[in-house]
């Protein structure tokens, strides 16, 4: 890993992701993948909140999603002609898919998503990961048997077992010949409204200022942190949040997102470190500053109207979900209980309406 002269930073955050004017964060990529910075114990807030509320696991359903989006993130990253190779140990030997699988593992790790090592690969049959402090053990899962179905073009499925306390092993097997007929994933065309986010950026390597002085890589475990608060932080592709929550809906019924956005809401309610890091007497949009490094999106608006605070952001990377964090800052802040509705009046922004309520 190199690092930045001028900033310290890992040099591949410059090279490979673009911090833009309108709150999002770009990879320089074919698919142009968006991506969102989130707390992991956020994330496993929402999955496990949502497994308390239905009474049901959703390990199985967040792995299910998550295999189309590794299917279509190995797409993007290797050559057609090597997707297209005949199977066989000849062609794809266990040493060499060892050697390759290093590149995308520290990718991963760069994102914060843990550590992954191959530990046993036989080509249209089944292969064995060994995971490393991961974020989310179903979503590795997901990616790693959605990049074996596609390369080998076998249909699979795969199970995970705790070894240590932060330790798996990935087994993905090959349970047909041929792949599942499946909905293809596919990302949608995104038209993000423009803005005038302005962000210092290094001048060696263009990573924004206030992600050099936020944030914390330990690229040898695959761990990101905030470097100010200590708590982990994954950069997520936005893709792989909306499939889980597409799943989870169909599973669940209409009703859930909703409740995710409750979850959210209150998660961000108790963890938000808002009254440390904005002092008294700020402006309501001061609460939000991060949000635009953080990749979620460009608060554009908040006023008053017949008492309810009313705040607009642009291109959230989850309307629901960054309504749901809206609120939970706004009573971290205040230390009032809000109700919270919220519209998309305009493509590509969400107003949140916040009404006191204690």
Known sequence: ???????????????FLAWTSDGTIIGRDAARTRLVYIEVDELRSLY??????????????????????????IKTLLPAFLAKAPRGKLIRPEAAIKATSKYIFNYM????????????????????????????????AGDGAGV??????????????????????????????????????ALEEIQYRPGNVQMEKCTRCGVPIAVTG?????????ILRHSKTGVRLVAMPVQSFNAV??????EFGAALPGLMEGLEQKYTREASNVRETVPPGSSILDMFHDFPW???????RANLEGGKVVIAIDNPFHPGIVAGRVAG???????????????????????????RVA
């Open 1 to 15: 890993m190199r690092y930045c002269k001028g900033c310290g930073f890992p040099v591949p955050y410059g090279k």
């Open 48 to 73: 496990d909140g949502v497994s308390r509320l239905m009474n049901s696991p959703v390990d199985p359903l967040v792995y299910r999603a998550e295999k189309e989006v590794g299917k279509r993130f």
């Open 109 to 140: 790790a760069g994102l914060g998503m843990g550590r992954a090592e191959v530990y046993e690969y036989h080509s249209g049959d089944h292969s064995r990961v060994l995971l490393m402090d991961p974020h989310s053990v179903p979503l590795i």
């Open 148 to 185: 074996f179905e596609f390369m080998e073009r076998v249909g699979v499925q795969a199970g995970w077992q705790r070894i240590k306390a932060d330790e798996y092993i990935v087994t993905i097997q090959k349970v047909s010949e041929e792949p599942p007929v499946e909905e293809e994933f």
């Open 214 to 222: 936020s944030i914390y890589l330990n690229f040898e475990k695959g």
């Open 245 to 250: 929550v597409r799943e989870l809906s169909r």
């Open 294 to 300: 953080m990749g979620t999106g460009n608060p554009v």
């Open 329 to 355: 800052i706004y009573e971290a802040w205040t230390g009032s209980i809000v109700r919270t509705t919220w519209i998309e009046d305009v493509p590509g922004r969400v107003t949140v309406t916040l009404e």
